[in-house]
């Protein structure tokens, strides 16, 4: 089984939906995403996620399904620095507070142990923890059982904070760590491949990482979320 992750094209956070530049970057990522022999498609429950979705999915002929855990994440809390922003403050732990992911826990730094994020994180995981059984893998630790043959590939459509989240539980990584070393940009795909071995474990393999040929001078630069939506 393959998940494309596949972010929002440049939103209009204040409407919650795409601008014009968003409008064409979704509709390049639908042509980008014709050849990836896509099943279902998925989407966060934002407007400018379902919008991006709708692209492919008149594309394909296909359904959108909403994940509502897949929604964007929110941030924030009383007395942390840069009001909660989560990329900042997890750039901050690395560059300088020399944070080791590996040994310490972060949700008790004091940038994250009050922060509304965590809550937002903790729903992001169980979510996909659930869709992912759903898709016939269970999650034990670092490694999942398949426990029949799946050959789907689907794609989920969703935003930086909570595809972030998602990938890092999948992938055991520490989720500060994964928003700064794992950044991605507008329809950027993502592609994580579950191999299909039934009754035996098996680990996700990041097959492709932040591709966005097809947004080329269409608002490519790398641009993170700027506000807590």
């Known amino acids: 089984m393959r998940i494309l992750f596949i972010r929002h094209g440049e939103p209009d956070y204040k409407n919650d939906c795409l601008t014009a530049t968003g409008s064409l970057q979704a509709q390049a990522a639908a042509k980008r995403l014709t050849c990836e022999n896509i099943s279902e498609i998925y989407s966060s429950p934002k407007g400018r996620a379902q ?7 008149n594309s394909l002929g296909l359904k959108t399904k909403i994940l509502d855990f897949m929604r ?4 924030g809390g009383e007395g942390i ?11 901050r732990m690395i560059n300088e507070d020399n944070f080791d992911f590996f040994t310490q826990d972060w949700r008790q730094h004091p940038y994250f142990k009050n922060n509304s994020v965590i809550p937002c994180y903790e729903k992001v995981i169980a979510g996909i923890d659930d869709f992912l059984q759903g898709q016939d893998y269970v999650h034990e630790g670092r490694r999942f059982l398949c426990s029949r043959e799946n050959n789907k590939t689907i794609a989920v459509f969703s935003h930086g904070g909570s595809g972030g989240a998602a990938l890092a539980h ?3 990584l520490p989720f500060p760590y994964v928003l700064c070393v794992f950044p991605y940009t507008y329809t950027s795909v993502i592609s994580v ?4 071995v039934p009754g035996e474990y098996v680990h996700p393999r990041v097959e492709l990482f932040n591709d966005a040929a097809h947004i080329k001078g269409l608002g490519d630069e790398l641009k993170l979320q700027e506000v807590s939506k």
């Open 81 to 91: 620095p840069n009001d909660g922003h989560i990329w900042t403050l997890s750039d």
């Open 193 to 196: 491949d579950f191999p299909s």
């Open 72 to 75: 964007e994440v929110t941030w």
């Open 51 to 57: 919008e991006t979705a709708a692209y492919t999915a």
């Open 170 to 172: 999948i992938l055991s």
